[in-house]
């Protein structure tokens, strides 16, 4: 339901910071150019496999992807570590999950954006992002 939405938005890449939870949760972004982490409410040696099975890229625990000509790293939020480095690399996005709140800021010369979450959240949010033009919309799922 989300990837349709995003897909009828105009979404051509899609970045997934974490929290599957199920093999099922993957099917949506079969066959798409999608990316994605997992998060501590998954089991990356259950859900990596199929990932790839499907065409879906995984870059577990941090990803880095270039769009518009722009680097964008993301990871799913909940160890530190990972975190830091993609910040000290400086790219000019960093996504990332795991609070399930959504967030837009700037942090020295990166943009951070939590999009926010499908499951395990009052408001369920994705975020469509067009780096070149430094545009990020919250859109509500039902």
Known sequence: MAVDELSRLGATTFIHCGDFESIE???PLAGLDAHVVFGNCDEPSD???????????????????????MRVAFTHGDQDEW????????????F???THVKRDAVVDSTRLVNPGALQRANSHTVAIVTP????????TIA
């Open 96 to 98: 990332y999950g795991h």
């Open 25 to 27: 949760c993957l099917d």
């Open 83 to 94: 975190v830091r480095r993609a910040l000290d690399s400086h790219p000019a996005w960093f």
């Open 47 to 69: 859900l990596e496999g199929y990932a790839r099975s499907i065409g879906i890229t995984v870059h577990h625990p941090l990803g880095e992807i270039v769009v518009d000509g």
């Open 132 to 139: 070149a033009s430094k545009k990020v919309e919250f859109v």
